[in-house]
């Protein structure tokens, strides 16, 4: 069993900053894939990017070059560090554990799931 809780999100203007943390419980995170996903109001659920249990990361388009995911195992976080931040980031963002291995841009793989934290970016 994997308990996760976002936070860190808030309200930021455009070209801001934010960092994301996801906090995870369990013994055996340190072997599952995280991912990010965003849902905006009246929208799907959209993946953000994902990072393996070894450090390998990929990430949507629309962030690429911006948002940089990295995890710390030894002390059970994930980080979504999102830079030159757009009014389109607004959502609420969640993490989610998987212990799939692939296509981990598809919601349906993930184990666990967060609660979610809110992300506004002002213009």
């Known amino acids: 069993q994997v308990q996760l809780v976002e936070s860190g999100g808030g309200l930021v203007q455009a070209g801001g900053s934010l960092r994301l943390s996801c906090a995870a419980s369990?013994?055996?995170?340190?072997?599952?894939?995280v991912g990010w996903f965003r849902q905006a109001p009246g929208k799907e659920r959209d993946f953000v990017g994902y990072?393996?249990?070894?450090?390998?990361?990929d990430y949507a388009d629309s962030v690429k070059g911006r948002f940089t995911i990295s995890r710390d195992n030894a002390n059970t976080r994930v980080y979504l560090q999102m830079n030159s931040l757009k009014p389109e980031d607004t959502a609420v963002y969640y993490c989610?554990?998987?212990?799939?291995?692939?296509?981990?841009?598809?919601?349906?793989?993930?184990?666990?799931w967060g609660q979610g934290t809110q992300v506004t970016v002002s213009s």
């Open positions: 369990g013994r055996t995170f340190s072997t599952y894939a």
């Open positions: 990072i393996t249990w070894t450090g390998t990361t």
């Open positions: 989610a554990a998987s212990g799939s291995s692939y296509y981990y841009n598809r919601p349906g793989v993930y184990d666990y």
